[in-house]
């Protein structure tokens, strides 16, 4: 079952499960819309992947499958991938 993060790895936005600004790569790494286009250009900065939005899971499956409350936040990540993308 797809893992629903509470927030982006990078900035630390909030992303509730009904968000449409989580995005998400093939392993779940989840960031936030803005983080994405602005400072990743659209490349996962933990496995080079392509980011897709997040699907919603309907209220009555949310109950029943709740969201994860881990976050995930990896700010080092996302200042790598931004300098490295400023450099090329």
Do not use: Q
Request: aromatic fraction near 6%.
């Amino acid at each position: 079952m797809l893992l629903l993060k509470p927030s982006c790895e990078c900035c630390d936005r909030d992303l509730p499960p009904e968000s449409r600004e989580a995005m998400i790569c093939s392993f779940e790494c989840t960031f936030c819309r803005n983080c994405v286009e602005n400072v990743l250009k659209g490349r996962c900065p933990n496995c080079g992947g392509e980011f897709v939005p997040r699907p919603i899971r309907p209220p009555a499956e949310l109950a029943a499958n709740p969201a994860s409350r881990e976050r995930y936040f990896k700010p080092e990540g996302c200042a790598a991938a931004a300098a490295a993308r400023r450099a090329s």
